[in-house]
């Protein structure tokens, strides 16, 4: 039976194609005979994934439905046995050696593939910061099986507590990794910013650093609080100096940030709690203190002297960009404003990023939020990858590109090999010839990849919360609407689970829907908004579709 309910047929398999396969097997198909005049399709089966009931089985089911590798080839590994030992002298000559600077990485306590390091001093009014980034392109060669195969994957893919990884773990968690006190080859963005936070100057350049640290957010969190837990302060001595003037920084790029209008809009992650089997055993929100905002500011910065230094020199490059919102997007999001009683004028056709971002700190815990803030997501453009400099409306940046993350994705490793090539005095128009098709195959590459790396994410976190309510059936829980359509309403929990409820529980009339905002009971005069509080009963969990069912229950 297909798990795509829109396949409409269950599939014959014939008992000699079956590989041995019993009832609750999941299993890979190939069509054999599309079937018709009443005879089903038949097909043989090409792999077995495990018995339904078995931990991870549906999520292995989702990836083989995207058709996605899984395991490198023989040639690959091969070629990354050759490449990633340690840190030879060859390898450090004519490198910048950074090898004494007080550098520290931080990421989550999970992360095993470290890519970028910070340094940074204050010296009078002038900051100097460094983002030192894993230098893949060193191992990762043009036109090697390991370079055509990280275009092909164009970025990893993470789920729970696992990883489709772009590049082997030899690379991505070993030599490519800017593990602690051990040394690596980094790209090097090095800054100087003025005293309100401006960015001064900038140069790239290729080095070899050693990681004093390995930071946790939570851990950096803590000290920014105030704590003195000895453990903390001896691991953080060398870099514990830092942290004022990262703070100091951070809050001046902060308010130049808000100054400009750069839009920062609500929304809810997830973190899943696993066992050791691979269940899911809880679901928590994640929050982001002020560490994790600091470290993704300074990667920005990073980011955008990357994207002006491509675009100044005029060479072919891989940016990030995120167009402004058309017209017709603006005018449902005026009539979602209005009903959810704001009375919004937009001075131009299409709003500033500052009147957006003033609605959206207007209303910022506010009970509306919910609504508005869904709607001036749904109102903006994707952002994608493009060789042309079309700049950010979100961030309201003329420059920017994705430079900090080249073990898991493509277009970062892209643009370090185009800014290696300019470093080193390779001609302009020897860039142009060399990289013009390579900026347009990679960005096309990388932003379908993309694409199917949010779906699949998405659809494995969806299947692991129906897994996990379904645990929790018969329970009664408070959420919020979270969608609102002609069928029913979808409700947030405060886990972040979401679940369906019946138009038909709530309304006695022909449910009404109002700008996507609000569903009317037309004979009750009964009204469910976005970001009302509603209580439900879980009465349903399909695992395999990831769907979740909920009964209205009145407040």
């Known amino acids: 039976v297909p798990d795509n309910p829109r396949f409409g047929q269950d599939i014959f398999i014939p008992q000699e194609r079956s590989k041995g396969a019993v009832s609750g097997h999941k299993v890979v198909v190939e069509l054999t005979d599309f079937g018709g005049n009443g005879k089903k399709p038949e097909g043989k089966v090409v792999e077995i994934l495990g018995h339904v009931n078995d931990p991870g089985t549906d999520i292995l089911s989702i990836v083989r439905g995207y058709d996605l590798p899984t395991e490198f080839s023989e040639k690959i590994m091969n070629q990354v046995e050759r490449v990633a030992g340690e840190v030879s002298t060859a390898d450090m000559a004519g490198r910048m050696d950074l090898r004494d600077w007080q550098t520290v990485t931080i990421d989550g306590e999970d992360a095993k593939d470290l890519d970028d390091a910070i340094t940074l001093t204050k010296e009078g009014d002038v900051y100097r910061l460094g983002v030192h980034i894993a230098d893949v392109s060193h191992y990762v060669r043009p036109d090697t099986a390991l370079d055509k195969e990280a275009y092909e994957r164009a970025t990893s893919i993470y789920y729970a507590d696992k990883v489709i990884p772009m590049l082997p773990t030899q690379l991505s968690n070993g030599i490519c990794s800017l593990n602690e006190g051990e040394e690596r080859l980094a790209f090097s963005c090095l800054m100087q910013l003025d005293e309100s936070g401006n960015i001064h100057s900038y140069q790239f350049v290729k080095s070899v650093i050693r990681s004093r640290v390995k930071g946790v957010y939570k851990e950096i969190n803590a000290l920014l609080d105030g704590s003195n837990d000895p453990a903390l302060v001896a691991k953080y001595k060398d870099v514990m100096a830092q942290l004022p003037a990262m703070t100091e920084l951070y809050e001046k790029r902060l308010a130049l940030r808000k100054a400009r209008g750069a839009m920062d809009i609500e929304s809810d992650e997830a973190k899943l709690v696993m066992d050791e089997e691979g269940r899911c055993v809880d679901i928590v929100k994640r929050t982001r203190g002020v560490s994790e905002c600091m470290i993704e500011e300074f990667m920005l910065l990073a980011n955008q002297c990357a994207a002006n230094a491509g675009r100044t020199h005029h060479v072919p490059f891989v940016y990030r960009i995120h167009e402004a919102p058309d017209a017709e997007r603006m005018e449902k999001l005026s009539n979602t404003l209005k009903a959810c009683g704001l009375n919004v004028h937009f001075a131009g056709e299409v709003p500033t990023q500052l009147e957006l971002s003033a609605i959206l700190d207007e209303t910022r815990g506010q009970p509306i939020q919910i609504p508005v803030h869904t709607g001036i997501l749904r109102s903006m453009q994707k ?153 439900v009963q879980v009465a349903g969990a399909n695992v395999a579709l990831g769907r979740i069912d909920f009964d209205y229950m009145p407040l």
Not at 413 to 422: E, K, N, Q
Not at 428 to 435: A, G, M, N, S
Request: with cysteine.
């Open 383 to 535: 952002a994608r990858y493009s060789p042309e400099p079309k700049g950010h409306y979100g961030l309201v940046l003329a420059d920017y590109a994705h430079f900090t993350s080249p073990i898991r994705r493509y277009p970062d490793l892209a643009i370090h090999r185009i800014l290696t090539d300019m470093l080193v005095g390779k001609p302009e128009q020897e860039l142009i010839k060399d990289y013009t098709g390579f900026a347009t195959h990679a960005s096309e590459q990388s932003s379908r990849q993309e694409v199917s790396a949010v779906r699949i994410e998405r659809d494995v976190e969806d299947l692991y919360k129906a897994e996990y309510m379904h645990n929790h059936l018969g329970e009664v829980y408070t959420g919020t609407v979270a969608g609102v359509t002609p069928r029913g309403i979808f409700v947030a929990l405060e886990n972040t689970v979401e679940g369906f409820v019946p138009a038909a529980q709530l309304c006695k009339g022909e449910a009404t829907v109002v700008e996507g905002v609000s569903i009317l009971d037309p004979l009750t005069g009964k009204r469910w908004m976005l970001g009302d509080p509603v209580k």
